[in-house]
């Protein structure tokens, strides 16, 4: 049992979470894996690998047994992000924003919010969090979405960017900003919009580096109106929904990070054992085993560190944000830099397409710009030094 085997065993994981696992990684294996260089070479949403998870019910995990799901540890959930990005990055993030769109319902959502809303994620559904607009990025409080109050609707304009899952969602959770509230944070609202509402756009699908399979939407909102009973907590409450809501997605972007970062060390690994110069493998040579030993410890120091966190999310901790801020920074870094050497490694094979270390190093990329920057995070986490 090797070093990264006997750190999975220490993860927090009851003995049907572990079953579990066994079966997801059981499908990335045969199902998924092998479909994820077809899908990165065209640009086409996983259908296949979708469907593959929906069989196994996996948006069970996250969804209340009241309202059709079956719910395990934040552990597991992470668990299986990472094995599900380790096999195809894209289908890993499309089903983690899963959970990022719907904990909000289960948290903050009302009894009929709950009953009418979380079954259809527990069905199959997709989910999108709907935050970024052309202006808003890392700093999503200066978005300019509005929500104006009509009776018993609300009426919903503005442009939003970058949304994973933007062209297939069934359901949106949306921020923006409560008309009769000004615009400042106070503001900031959040409401889940139905697919299919009118006045709801896809006005395009973006032509990405990596992540080539996972839909990336620019949506537009032209006077699109939403039933009042779908704005999740009261007006102006949003910027606390948001926060909770990133709190726990970025554990999930360093999980998913994580899952590319094994990927490419195991890929390097396989490589230089069977890669032969001057008549002996490349791993052989002591540069090599340097390289190999500094991957490995950087990547064990990350997964210790997720499954601390995962911890203090399943024990009840309300306040974790800059261990999230740590986590993410760390995982999403560690990522590029072992994918980046793990094309270098595979030498001139490592640039061609024909080995999968290629798409990794582009996958890996975007873990260090969404869900914050990190210089964004590096701020938070140098910010929370600062005596008061």
Wanted: charged share 25%; proline share 3%; glycine share 8%.
């Amino acid at each position: 049992m090797n070093v990264f085997a006997r750190l999975d065993s220490s993860a927090p994981l009851s003995g049907d979470e572990r079953m579990l696992l066994e079966s997801v990684r059981k499908l990335a294996r045969e199902q998924i894996a092998p479909r994820a260089g077809h899908y990165d070479r065209t640009g086409e949403f996983p259908e296949h690998n979708i469907g593959q998870i929906n069989k196994l019910g996996l948006n069970a995990l996250f969804i209340p047994e009241a309202y059709g799901g079956a719910p395990l540890s934040y552990a597991a959930y992470l668990a299986c992000v990472r094995e599900i990005s380790k096999a195809c990055a894209s289908t890993g993030v499309i089903w983690a924003t899963n959970f990022h769109a719907t904990r909000p319902v289960v948290d903050f959502g009302t009894e009929d919010q709950k009953r009418r809303l979380l079954p259809v994620i527990a069905r199959g559904g997709l989910a999108s969090l709907v935050i970024t607009e052309p202006t808003a990025g890392s700093d999503a409080t200066g978005m300019r979405t509005t929500f104006r109050p009509e009776g018993d609707a609300i009426v919903v304009n503005g442009t939003k960017t970058f949304i994973t899952n933007g062209a297939h969602a069934d359901l949106y959770l949306v921020f923006g900003k409560w008309s009769e509230l000004g615009e400042g944070k106070a503001a900031i609202s959040a409401l889940v919009i139905e697919k299919g509402a009118a006045g709801l756009e896809v006005v395009r699908e973006e032509d990405k580096m990596g992540l080539r399979a996972s839909s990336t939407a620019a949506l537009a909102f032209d006077d699109c109106r939403v039933a009042r009973a779908n704005l999740l907590g009261a007006p102006g409450e949003g910027l606390k929904i948001l926060l909770a809501s990133l709190n726990r997605s970025r554990p999930s972007i360093a999980a998913h990070a994580l899952g590319i970062a094994r990927a490419a060390f195991e890929d390097a690994v396989a490589y230089v054992n069977e890669r032969r110069q001057s008549g002996r493998r490349i791993v052989e040579f002591q540069g090599i085993q340097f390289m190999l030993a500094d991957m490995a410890a950087e990547l064990a120091q990350c997964e210790a560190w997720l499954w601390y966190v995962a911890r203090l999310v399943d024990s009840g901790a309300t306040d974790f944000a800059v261990e999230a801020s740590i986590l993410k920074l760390r995982a999403s870094d560690l990522a590029m830099r072992i994918a980046t050497d793990a094309v270098q490694l595979h030498g001139g094979y490592g640039y061609c397409k024909e080995y999968r270390v290629e798409r990794l190093m582009r996958d890996a990329k975007i873990t260090q710009i969404w869900e914050g920057t990190n210089q964004i995070h590096r701020q938070l986490i140098g910010r929370s030094f600062t005596n008061r």
